[in-house]
């Protein structure tokens, strides 16, 4: 018996993967609804589940565990990145005239 699993989950194909985002964008809809930003704080778990816990199931039912995952992480730093861009621009603060290059070596 090995360390890791045999068992291969084979891709989502076109109609899995449309079922996926389209219970995502649901379960989203019904965050913004109801002011939860980042479903996976424990502190923010009844809310969740009180409010949209049916289209949360029916999300993580519908999706590969790491997508599952990856599209709330996603959407709570997407949230904390545009909250962040209108901060600074209320402060002031403009784009630079210029794209920053990676540090070469």
């Known amino acids: 018996m090995g360390w890791f699993s045999s068992e291969v989950q084979a891709p989502p194909d076109k109609n899995k993967r449309q079922t996926c985002w389209d219970s995502r964008d649901r379960f ?3 965050l913004t609804a109801h002011g939860i930003d980042n479903s996976l704080d424990a502190k ?4 969740v589940e009180n409010n949209c816990g049916t289209l949360r199931t029916e999300f993580q039912n519908n999706c590969v ?3 599952f995952k990856y ?9 904390t990145r545009e909250r962040y861009i209108k901060k600074l621009e209320a402060e002031g603060a403009q784009e630079l005239p210029f794209k920053l290059a990676p540090g070469k070596k």
């Open 28 to 30: 989203f809809e019904c």
């Open 44 to 47: 923010q778990k009844d809310a």
């Open 65 to 67: 565990a790491s997508w």
């Open 71 to 79: 599209f709330q992480e996603k959407r709570y730093n997407d949230i």
